[in-house]
């Protein structure tokens, strides 16, 4: 069968690149068209019609800047659709673009499989009623999505989280130390995320750290759309290594974590590392997002949780001396550290075991199958 497959961000691309290796053990005739990154392009083994660092653009402000090159990124994959007509599109995430193609794809009569729901539960729940008119099989991957679209009479599969997949998979690196030039002092991991307007606001608060933890090694965990250069005109002439494509590694060594809110803050609770979650944007983009958000955290470990596991500083809380002194209380307050360590247990307890690709594959096969 043919698939067309679309991540617009480093996660989905993730997630993309394991349910093609699913897709194709399922299906051994698979075909596939993508819109992706780099671990889709592997995996699919062909160039994306357009690669994901083209296409994240967050908040309402970066939206509204970018509104003609999304609008030259919808034409373009509708355009391809057309053109390869597969028997299904599969969307993952990203849903102010992947909705609107769902809906183009209605309109032709191609089936419209969603994995990792949007975040509707979040803002604007009424988008449920149009995921429900134009989306043929919803895959959610986190255990309340569930209840929330039976509220609404939609059935969903639950197929378990794709993170779980991609950390018990990977193979870790026993000379992580020594081939990135690492000292043996503790690591601070420092992730601020993989969108420049992310990074733009909150690395020159992670970096102010350096002068805070003279014992420690601050450790930048790199996105794969930039390069080293860039980080460097943060970090300036300070030795603090900007590592690429070895988070995992990264973030099993740490001793903390800071982590800019989004999927990393999940898969740093998945490795049980104490970390502090930071968020900071565009002044108006906070002020619009704070009147339409429905929900109390930010971090998907505190919102599968329902309660405060991890702490989350917001805007004016994400400067230095704040996340300073929650640090300091991760690595030199035993009681506060192993408080962390249990919420994150009852995370795994909540997350089930791996297996989320291999399940959703299954699930589109059999769909596609009884069609």
Known sequence: MKYYIIAGETSGDLHGSNLIKALRAED???????????????????????????????????????LKTISQNLKAVKRDIIEY???????????????????????????????????????????????????DHMFCILPFEVDFYKRFGVKVDYVGNPLLDAISTYSFNPNFLADNNLGSEPIIALLP?????????????????????PGHQLVIAGAPNFDDSYY??????????????????????????????GTATLETGILRV?????????????????????????????????????????????????????LKELIMNPEHRM??????????????????SQKTAKLIVTYLDSN
């Open 28 to 66: 051994p005739f698979a075909e596939f068209k993508i819109v992706g990154g780099d671990l889709m392009e592997a995996a699919a083994q062909q160039k994306p019609l357009i690669h994901t660092s083209e296409m994240a653009f967050m908040g309402f402000v970066e939206v509204l800047k970018n």
């Open 85 to 135: 007509y597969p028997d299904t599109i599969i969307l993952i995430d990203f849903p102010g673009f992947n909705l609107k193609i769902a809906a183009f794809a209605k309109k032709h009569n191609i089936k419209v499989c969603y994995y990792i729901s949007p975040k509707i539960w979040a803002w604007n729940q009424g988008r449920v009623h149009k995921i429900k008119r134009i989306v």
């Open 193 to 213: 995320g993989s969108r420049k307007m992310e990074i733009d606001q909150i690395l020159p608060n992670m970096i102010e750290l350096y002068y805070a933890f």
């Open 232 to 261: 460097r005109k943060y970090t300036n002439d300070l030795p603090i290594p900007i590592i690429f494509n070895q988070t995992y590694d990264l973030l099993k060594l740490a001793q903390a974590a800071v982590v800019t809110s």
């Open 274 to 326: 104490p970390q502090v979650v930071v968020y900071k944007a565009n002044a108006i983009t906070i002020m619009i997002a704070r009147k339409l958000i429905k929900v109390r955290f930010i971090s998907l470990v505190n919102l599968i949780n329902d309660f405060l596991s991890v702490r989350e500083l917001i805007q004016q809380d994400c400067n230095p001396e704040v996340i300073r002194d929650e």
């Open 339 to 356: 408080s962390v360590l249990e919420n994150y247990d009852l995370l795994a307890e909540k997350l089930g075991t791996p297996g989320a």
